[in-house]
């Protein structure tokens, strides 16, 4: 079992930057692909980023591709999500999540967070 504790999410400017993170606690945290999805409100929950268990190989959707960088330390059993330059398509809740294996798809996933509102105002 791994549990997954996402903080720092809240309201912010449109242009401006937050960075989340998520804890891990549990079975081996080096061991696990995480990754951030997001939810707006009436959409689908979306993959985000996705960082590999050693942190050598990092992937984003289109959408924040240049914008959000995914960073991992094995060492405290976190993970990040420096998210800059939001726009108000930002808003969502965002989830951290972790999984054996790189692979994205929601029903891949082994365990979410209970996730953190991100609210960017125009």
């Known amino acids: 079992q791994v549990q997954l504790v996402e903080s720092g999410g809240g309201l912010v400017q449109a242009g401006g930057s937050l960075r989340l993170s998520c804890a891990a606690s549990g079975r081996t945290f080096s061991n696990y692909a995480m990754g951030w999805f997001r939810q707006a409100p009436g959409k689908e929950r979306e993959f985000v980023a996705a960082?590999?268990?050693?942190?050598?190989?990092?992937d984003y959707a289109n959408s924040v591709k240049g914008r959000f960088t995914i960073s991992r330390d094995n060492a405290k059993n976190m993970v990040y999500l420096q998210m800059n330059v939001l726009k108000s398509e930002d808003t969502a809740v965002y989830y951290c999540?972790?999984?054996?294996?790189?692979?994205?798809?929601?029903?891949?996933?082994?365990?979410w967070g209970k996730g953190t509102l991100v609210t960017v105002s125009s």
């Open positions: 999540a972790a999984t054996r294996f790189y692979e994205w798809a929601k029903d891949a996933i082994q365990y």
């Open positions: 960082i590999n268990s050693s942190g050598a190989r990092t």
